[in-house]
């Protein structure tokens, strides 16, 4: 029993609810989870901190962001210099700084460790003062604001690096730009608490989310713009707009979702790292959509170009194919060379020269792949056969199934795959049987020596007025001849063209002309000889005296003759 698709959609709208609240609730006891587990890693992390050495602008940075990033803002403001803040608001305020600290930081600094000092002192030459060192520069609406440590002496006499409190005062600006904003008041608490790989629970939520209406608006805006542009294209006579037109629809889905998916992840405040990720892949993605558009526009003009030159019969169709894989091939390693400066960072202009300064040694290696490229180059131009042909190479017979860069692939007429290299495949004796008009029509008929010359003179005229009168037979040259008489047959040559290049058809009409031939031959009252052999037993009786005499005379008189005339 078939449902109908309306009532598939109405109880699929009523279970949408129900479906976001069992999502939600996994997604809730996961979070919860993960922030267990980073509870205790956070208190194991905490403890091997504590037991770290402190005193050098790393160690200390990196215990500030180890303890923010497991959520112990208490034990963070301990690396937070607090001396311009109020001895009694430190302990509430010092968690909240050190919390809105590693928002901003996430949002628009990536911390690199290995970049600050090891040294108790910090970098001596910087250009900072004293017991000053930095820690990275962030941009901000009202200009940049620099991350300095400053080197504080604890109650203790130990001495350690903090965030310097000028830092510190810029941190409730920046977090106006940077922070959550309406999102801290709206959401509950533990979607901004709960971190997953430096996320909180709301924004992958919210990417989870956006990249599903992204999807749809991609969807929708696509199926808007081809009803927008199929009516201009139906005006045009010519059908290469239609093609060109289905072809772009995918590709344009695909870069129209990824351009709302980035419009959805801006107000989510991803952090440094994730917004790399997300930048890298998206570019990463609208590659892919740009080659694949462009490898569909080559498909479709190549294929319009390669019907107009067989149409018109101007030799180089065949040559299109190639063409769209070499064109294909560039568009490719162009696309290759761009994903690869998109997702390393990396100026790919080296790697181009390399490629160059490296050519011949690629040549060297690679010295029968390009034989064999020229070789289809040259099968290509010179056209001996094309795909589809059915040929005669070497010594086997098949037809050609492709030609590609490195090899040609043929199919026997065992229906296997012959695949041979272009290199030896042009240097073969090609026999091509596709470009033929017609098919040659030979046969020799062997009749029985007891077939007398009138019979033999009837069978002629009789087979000359078949072949003339045979609408499959061309008529010039169309022939007949007695040609010898065999060891043990009188030898009658056919010789005749068939009109047609269809070799199921010319087979057909041989057919009928051998059985013609057989009512023919029957019909002059001789038969086909067999292969035999005649023994014949005689004694000869010989030359009687008198010719005896008379031969022996006229070759004496010869004899003399030669000799007595003058030399």
Known sequence: MSIPPVCVCHRLRAELPRIAAVVLAALLAAAQAAAQNDSEAGAAAAAAASKASFGTPRADMESFL????????????????????????????????ARRLKIVLDRSLWVDLDALSEDTEGFPNDGLRARRDLVGTI???????????DRVLD???????????????????????????????????????VHVMELALWQWIGAAGGLVLAFMAGWVAALGLLALCRPLVRRSRSEIDNR??????????????????????????????????????????LAVATTWLLFRIVDVLGDQISRRLLRSGVPGAHFIPLGQRSLKVAIGLFSGLYVISAVFQRDVTTLVAGLGIGGLAVAL???????????????????????????RFGERVGTVEDIGFRSTRI????????????????SLHLENFAPRDRILFHSVLGLRYETTPDQVRHALAAIRRMLLSHPKVEPDPARVRFVGLGSYSLDLEVFAYVGTSDWNEFLAVR?????????????????????SQTNYVARDDGLDAEQARLAEEEIRALREKSEGSPD
């Open 365 to 391: 290696a690679a010295q029968k792949t390009i034989e064999n490229f020229f070789g289809g180059v040259f099968l290509a131009v010179d056209r001996p056969v094309r795909p589809g042909d059915f040929c």
């Open 244 to 285: 060109l037109l289905d072809a772009t629809v995918q590709p344009l889905r695909l870069a129209l979702t990824l351009g709302f998916f980035h419009l959805v992840t801006l107000p989510l405040g991803l952090s440094v790292p994730a917004g790399r990720f997300v930048g890298g892949t998206l570019e990463v993605g």
């Open 139 to 149: 941009s901000s609406q009202a200009g940049d604001v620099a991350i300095h440590l």
């Open 411 to 426: 199919r026997t007429l065992g229906r296997t795959l012959v695949t041979i290299p272009n290199s030896e495949f042009s």
């Open 66 to 97: 180890v303890a923010a990033r497991k959520g112990d803002f208490s034990r963070a403001a301990a690396f937070l210099d607090l001396r311009r803040v109020p001895e009694s608001e430190r302990e509430s305020r010092g968690p909240d700084l």
């Open 155 to 193: 109650v203790d006499g130990t001495s350690r690096w903090r965030i310097s409190g000028g830092t510190l005062a810029q941190v409730p600006r920046l977090y106006e730009e940077f922070g959550y904003g309406p999102v801290e008041e709206l959401l509950p608490r533990v979607f901004l608490d």
């Open 511 to 531: 057919e009928d002309l051998l059985l013609r031939l057989m009512d023919i031959v029957a019909g002059s009252g001789s038969g086909f000889a067999f292969p």
